[in-house]
């Protein structure tokens, strides 16, 4: 079974950028689908953003399009997260998740990491 181990989450002043990275014990399917999501205080699990694990297939949430760019090292069994110009609003525990469908729906993900927290403030 693949366990996800997040790191890299921290504190950071607004228009600071913080590199999350998930790392997968045991093999990934190369038809697998890697995300990460996020939730806030008080809010729902969101998706953020996904990869295929055998492709440059990528799609993001309209909140961070432009900021974030999600990348895979296959070599490595290792996801990444960076973020640039991050505002308070992105704020929250950071899940890495692996799935099998293309999909934003978090009821599609069958694997959790524990999560990295993910503090912007001033």
Known sequence: ?????????GSV????SLRLSCAASGRIYSSSVMA??????G??????????????????ADSVKGRFTIS??????TVY???????????????CARGSQYSSNP???FSWGQGTQVTVAS
Request: aromatic share 14%; proline share 5%.
């Open 13 to 16: 002043q607004p228009g600071g």
């Open 1 to 9: 079974q693949v366990q996800l181990s997040e790191s890299g989450g």
């Open 81 to 95: 997260l960076q973020m640039n110009s991050l505002k308070p609003e992105d704020t929250g525990v950071y899940y």
């Open 36 to 41: 990460w999501f996020r939730q806030g205080p």
């Open 107 to 109: 009821q599609e993900y």
């Open 72 to 77: 895979r090292e296959n070599a490595a069994n």
């Open 43 to 60: 809010k729902e699990r969101e998706f953020v953003a996904l990869t295929r694990w055998h492709s440059s297939s990528t799609l993001y």
